[in-house]
């Protein structure tokens, strides 16, 4: 079946504008994270749910940032009044449970999107 | 989860067997070792992963040892298809579900 998908691959914006980044994760996974990673380091954790419930939100740098899977399934990463060191790459994983066991609890991401706020 | 440290790159001949080493001296016992590996600008690709038990899978081997202290990812027969950063990340299953990612090791896989 199909991957992890993200939307918009890139996304351009203005400093000041909220941004809306979309995950569709892998079928039937009920796990959801949000990483997000600058150029040359690894991925660092914003936040990530289970089902429609988010479970942990630690990673979020500050208010602006926001997440919701609302249904379970898409999940959307607001940013709101966007600064210029958002710029990053925004990255969703999937697994099939968080709780599970080891073998459900691997990961799977998406190709990510780059943000650039100028 | 406990700290890993990996050495910042590696080269390897394509063909000859890829070891890259991790330290993870603070792990506690009910810590897994999982390995990911990231191309480029793709997203991370699982790997391996295993708890104090040697593991082989069709990508590679886990050597962990006795004192859990360190392991070793194996590359079989590098290709330099296999040139990517490799992330050594140590966590618990369950409650502590995020990964937490170091700089890894960028391995070079060169003719």
């Known amino acids: 079946g199909a991957g992890v998908s993200q939307s918009p691959r890139y996304k351009v914006t203005k400093r000041g504008q909220d941004v809306a980044l979309r995950c569709d994760p892998i079928s039937g996974h009920v796990s959801l994270y949000w990483y997000r990673q600058a150029l040359g380091q690894g991925p660092e954790f914003l936040t990530y749910?289970?089902?429609?419930?988010?479970?942990?939100k630690s990673g979020l740098p500050n208010d602006r940032f926001s997440a919701e899977r609302p249904e379970g399934s898409i999940s959307t990463l607001t940013i709101q009044r966007t600064e210029q060191r958002d710029s990053a790459m925004y990255r969703c994983?999937?697994?099939?449970?968080?709780?599970?066991?080891?073998?459900?609890?691997?990961?799977?991401f998406g190709p990510g999107t780059r943000l650039l706020v100028l | 989860d406990a700290k890993t440290t990996q050495p910042p790159s590696m080269d390897c001949a394509e063909g000859r067997a890829a070891n890259l080493p991790c330290n993870h001296s603070?792990?506690?016992?009910?810590?897994?070792v999982y390995w990911y590996r990231q191309i480029h600008s793709q997203g991370p690709q699982y790997i391996i992963h295993?708890?104090?038990n040697n593991e082989t899978n069709e990508m590679a081997s886990l050597i962990i040892t006795e004192d859990r202290k360190s392991s070793t990812l194996i590359l079989p027969h590098a290709t330099l298809r296999d040139t990517a950063v490799y992330y050594c990340?140590?966590?618990?299953?369950?409650?502590?579900?995020?990964?937490?990612f170091g700089t890894g090791t960028r391995l070079q896989v060169t003719l």
């Open positions: 603070t792990i506690s016992g009910n810590e897994y």
């Open positions: 990340i140590v966590r618990g299953t369950g409650t502590a579900s995020k990964l937490t």
């Open positions: 295993g708890l104090k």
């Open positions: 994983a999937s697994s099939l449970l968080a709780d599970g066991g080891y073998s459900q609890e691997t990961q799977y």
């Open positions: 749910f289970n089902y429609e419930a988010q479970q942990d």
